[in-house]
Each structure stands twice: as C-alpha cells, then as structure tokens.
C-alpha cells in the first residue's frame, strides 16, 4: 500500500514517526521544527507542518543560527535522546546554519537541519538568492554544511528522500556518530508529490547502543589501573550523555580516585562529593591541575581532551600515561592512550566489578587532595565575598550572589567570554545537569536561544542564561521567541563596555588590549575615548523582557531573587566593577598555548615572547 504526499509532507509524517530507545526508555525523537520561512520553504515544509500541526509542533525563530543553538540546547539537555529540526528557506537563511551546525558537530550533538536548495529542475537559473558557480552547476551555498555535518545529502528527486531520511536518522541516534545531520531540499522537489510506502511512513524505533568493552582492552585497563600509584580521572560530557554519573562515582569511591571535570563534564559529581576536585586545565582549579602534574595515570572518560584539557600538552608528566574510555574509537586513541572502546557507563560498570573480583592494586592517599580542596574552597569564598552591599559588584560576586540563591533544579547556560573560566574554576555544581556550558565551539551567542531549548527540554526548572556585553550583542534576537512562547528564563547580562575575556588575552600577548574596548575613537584613530553610550537594558526591554537594573550588590541580590520567581522572561542588568584593587577569581593555574610574535619593535610583546618561549619549552607528545 502507497500514501500520496508531497516530499516535506512526507518527511514531516516520517520526523513525527521516529523513536529512541535506551535502558527500556521510549522517546520520540524529532519533538519540533524551528523554521523561518522564505520562497525556498514556505510552501514546501511549510505547508506540511501547516497540514499535520498534530503531528509536529513549530517553533518560530528571529536568527538561523540561534534556532540552531536552541535545538542543540535541547538535545544536550535530553543527553542527545530527543532533539529538533530546523527549517530554512534558500541562500542567506540557509548559510546562517553554518555557525550553529558547526557547534553542534563539535559538542557531538544531534540536530537536524532542512535547508530549502535551489531548483533540482532549473527552470529558471539563477533563481532569487542562488549562488552561481560557473564550473560546477550541481553546487549551492548548502554545500558549505558538507565539513560541519556528520551526514549531507541533497534531494533531487522524490524516492530519493527514503534511503536518506533513514542515513539521516541512523546518525543522529548513534552516540559514536552523532551531530549536525543535513538534508538540503531544493525548493521543487518539497512540493512534488510520490507514492510512499506505508512502511516508510510507520513508527520506528532505534535503539541508542551501549556497547561493552572488549575483553582485552578491558583487561589491560585494570592492569594499568591496578599498578598506578597516583591514579585519577578526567571525566568529560561523555559521562552525562551516557547518564553513568552513578557509575563514575561507584567506581571513584571504590578506589578513592580524585575525579577532575572538563567544561562539558562539570557536575558528573556534585562539588562537595569528595572524590571532586574540581575542573581541569587552563580554566580549571589549582586542585585538579596539580594532581594532573603528578598523577601517573589519567583515566580520561567522555573526553575529547581539547587544549583547554591539557593545558596545550603541558599538565601531564612525560612518563604519565593515559587511559581512555570513549565511545568512539577516535577519541579513546587520543594521547597514544590504552583505549578502552564503549559506553561510559558500561566502561566503568565493566571496571567496577573487575577491580572488585581482584582488588590489587596500592592504597591511595586520599590526604593528598582533601586539603587542597578545603583551601581552593576557601580562594572561591573570597572570589564571592561581597563585603559591602553598597559597591559595584565583580563579575565572581556576581556569581556567589547567584551561588548562595540556586538549588539543584537551577540551570545554568554559558558559552564565550571569561565567565566560562571563572564558572569553570568557582561554580559549585549541584546536580548533574546545572553546569551547561558550551566551551567546544565556545560561540558568543549561543547562551539566549540555547536557554530557551533548555526550557523546553526541562519545563518548570529555573533556567539562567549568563551573559556578558559582547556576547548579548552577537545575538539578542530570540529574546523575542521567549516572549512569545512565555517562556520564564532568566537572562543576566554583565555589562564591562567590551571584549573583557579576549582584551586580557591581547594583553598578555603582546597586544596591547588593541580593539577589545566599546569605546569612542579619540582624535589620534585609537578607541580611546569615553565608553558608547549603549544601553542594554533597554534594548531587553523593548524586545519585550521584563528588566531589572542592578547598581549594587545588594541591589543585585534582590534583583535575581526576584528573577528566580518571575513567572515571565525577566532579565537582570548589572554594570561589573573591573578595577584592579577589586579581588577577583584565582588567575588561570595551567597554560594555553596562543602564539605570540616572535619578532617586534613593542616591549609588551617581546617581554610576552619571553614568557611564551619559557611555557612552550615544557609541552610534550605522549607517544
């Protein structure tokens, strides 16, 4: 038996069909499209979302990219179970999914992207919004999805939807593959119609694999874990999409291993468990990082090891060696380490029980880090410490205002600037999903409409979207798609008058703090003069939020508690104090490695050569 439709009818009546399945769980997968609609998608997969509204909900978008960005939000709060689709027309909307696809490709989430395509027919060429490309007349702007999707394909011709739409969604629900995933549907194709089989059309369920170590990796995991002397893990977002934080912390608390924390991975344990100790590398705490440099073995689960990690390949000893348990063969190789292929939680769950059969190993000194945990939890105490109420508050009280106000059900969401090192060295991580910072592609602008995916993926819990001026500027669009939805998230926006986090970074290279400030450009070309006369607040408000100003701390205090029960989007503006004299977080306790000009006429970047000539000496390669 066949069903007349059109190609997006039908893809909407498959997207509407399709299920994951995991640990006995059923889930639907695609639970709504964003689009916003232009001649490449209004009257294909616009018209089927308008003929089956029962069966796909739709969200409606001001920015490409940030419906990107809420549905990643989504699916990192569904541990990449559920996420959504999002529709675009042809050309400039299509493009815009580049950023957001990209960083979910990174961050190894799924979200699936419907970008319209010019004519498969040509029967006008160009069309409105095509690219010409003289030697190759196949080609569209769509094709620059190809390197940020984990799978591409055009439509051209109906039956073809079929094979890929089944691709598609094989991906997407595949923990070792997963990520951006792009059909390009060019714009005639949508509307033509086919006979579809109904089986195509019939519920479906993937199961999402939790594949076991091999028993030969696994035996040589135990071997290294039970001859290590210093022994401690690293564990990164692996562990949350796995749901195996009850395993990390059985396995940690059987053989008191010390477990550090990567961006993703912060709050696998709760920060007063105490086998944490924190985050680790470049923005991590100085607990984790010197027990990196003496650990012997790293046991790495869930992570990707980025430089931020690492601290650039200078935290670990030359004769350390490193243990990983990831699911992708790709990332379980990383440092030339023993790999040990498969789920996190059936890794650990499969580690566990080995070591418990035959304990060996060597007594760990658990002394080692309970101090160094006390003091870094009293250097965090003095970051928050808010002694005057009348002051301006620093950006680390404004984070132990916030601190002293959450519980467990609190979500916080961050991606650029410098408040993901200060979340990552001071935040105290109550549950395991709080901490959601997005630190792979590290995107300003991903924070506002991520929240709202948040919201929807976790209805009722507060949800605080944190961010500082630059970021708001890059993308305070959907700002509006909260008002509409009602959505109650919590914006905070830091207001410093520039690119505070990278202005310290230009800094310390040599450049001089060179176009980092909102300032205006004084009579000799430098911007130099007073700071613009910009007013986010006011900008919130009219996009339609409820706006709460706050000059001091104690007025601060009173404004998030107020946010916290607001019913509707409220935001809360609040100018940072930047000066010197004012304490602030614990500078970085590992390096990143930026390079710095080798030759030049400027003593801050010969003095910061220097000091990058004496970092880089200590970086090394484990082979």
């Not at 919004?129 to 190759?136: D, K």
């Not at 991590?284 to 046991?299: C, F, H, P, W, Y």
């Not at 769950?349 to 000194?365: I, M, Q, S, V, Y």
Request: aromatic fraction near 6%; charge should be negative; proline fraction near 7%.
């Amino acid at each position: 038996m066949s069903v007349r439709l059109t190609v997006a009818q039908a893809l909407v009546r498959f997207l509407a069909a399709q299920h994951t399945e995991r640990d006995g769980v059923r889930r639907r997968l695609i639970t709504a499209t964003w689009g916003i609609f232009g001649h490449g998608n209004v009257a294909g997969i616009g018209q089927a979302l308008v003929e089956y509204p029962e069966l796909m909900p739709y969200h409606q978008g001001r920015n490409e990219q940030a419906m990107v960005h809420a549905a990643v939000g989504y699916a990192r709060q569904s541990r990449r179970l559920q996420t959504h689709a999002v529709t675009t027309s042809i050309g400039p909307g299509a493009t815009n999914l580049v950023t957001g696809a990209a960083l979910a490709t990174v961050n190894r989430l799924p979200v699936l992207l419907l970008p319209g395509d010019t004519f498969a027919t040509r029967p006008a060429d160009p069309v409105l919004q095509q690219l010409e490309v003289p030697h190759a007349g196949e080609v569209s702007v769509n094709d620059c999805l190809r390197p940020v999707s984990r799978y591409f394909d055009r439509i051209t011709r109906p039956e073809a939807l079929i094979p890929a739409a089944l691709a598609a969604v094989r991906v997407l629900t595949d923990p070792a593959e997963t990520g951006a995933v792009t059909l390009a549907l060019p714009q005639d194709v949508q509307a033509e119609a086919y006979d579809w089989p109904e089986e195509f059309l019939a519920e479906r369920t993937w199961t999402v694999r939790r594949p076991r170590p091999d028993i030969a990796e696994l035996d040589a995991a135990v071997h290294a874990i039970r001859g290590a002397r210093q022994p401690m893990v690293i564990a990164g977002g692996g562990v949350k999409y796995s749901a195996a934080e009850d395993a990390l912390r059985a396995l940690a608390e059987r053989l008191d291993l010390p477990v550090a924390t990567t961006q993703a991975g912060k709050g696998v344990l709760p920060y007063d468990h105490r086998c944490e100790v924190g985050g680790i590398g470049h923005t991590g705490t100085g607990t984790a990082n010197e027990l990196a440099r003496t650990s012997d073995l790293i046991i790495g689960v869930g992570t990707r090891y980025s430089d931020f990690t690492t601290a650039s390949g200078t935290l670990f000893r030359p004769d350390t060696r490193l243990l990983n348990l990831n699911i992708t063969g790709f990332d379980a190789h990383k440092q030339a380490a023993l790999p040990l292929v498969a789920d996190a939680r059936e890794g650990l769950t499969a580690l566990t029980e080995a070591l418990a059969e035959h304990p060996g190993g060597r007594p760990r000194d658990t002394a080692r880090w309970t101090s160094a945990k006390a003091d870094w939890q009293e250097r965090t105490d003095a970051a928050y410490a808010a002694p005057d109420p009348r002051a301006r508050p620093t950006q680390a009280q404004v984070l132990g205002a916030l601190d002293t106000l959450v519980t467990a059900d609190d979500i916080l969401i961050n991606a650029a600037g410098s408040l993901p090192g200060d979340l990552h060295k001071l935040w105290r991580a109550r549950s395991v999903d709080q901490y959601h910072v997005e630190y792979g592609y590290s995107c300003m602008g991903y924070e506002i409409p991520a929240a709202i995916g948040v919201a929807l993926a976790a209805p009722g819990r507060p949800v605080w979207a944190l961010v500082g001026d630059g970021t708001y500027l890059m993308n305070p669009t959907e700002i509006v798609t909260a008002v509409q939805q009602g959505l109650p998230l919590k914006l905070v926006i830091l207001q410093n008058h520039g690119y505070a986090s990278i202005g310290g970074l230009s800094e310390a290279v040599g450049g001089e703090r060179y176009g980092t400030d909102y300032r205006f450009r004084a009579e000799d070309g430098s911007f130099t003069g007073p700071p613009l006369p910009v007013d986010l607040a006011a900008n919130a408000a009219s996009l339609g939020m409820r706006v709460l100003r706050a000059d001091t701390v104690r007025d601060l205090r009173e404004a998030l508690a107020d946010a916290r029960r607001a019913s509707v989007p409220t935001c809360v503006y609040v100018e940072t104090e930047t000066a010197d004299s004012v304490s602030g977080p614990p500078p970085a306790q590992a390096w990143w490695d930026v390079p710095v000009a080798e030759t030049s006429t400027r003593p801050s970047a010969v003095k910061a050569r220097e000091e990058y000539d004496r970092h880089v000496t200590a970086r090394r390669r484990h082979l």
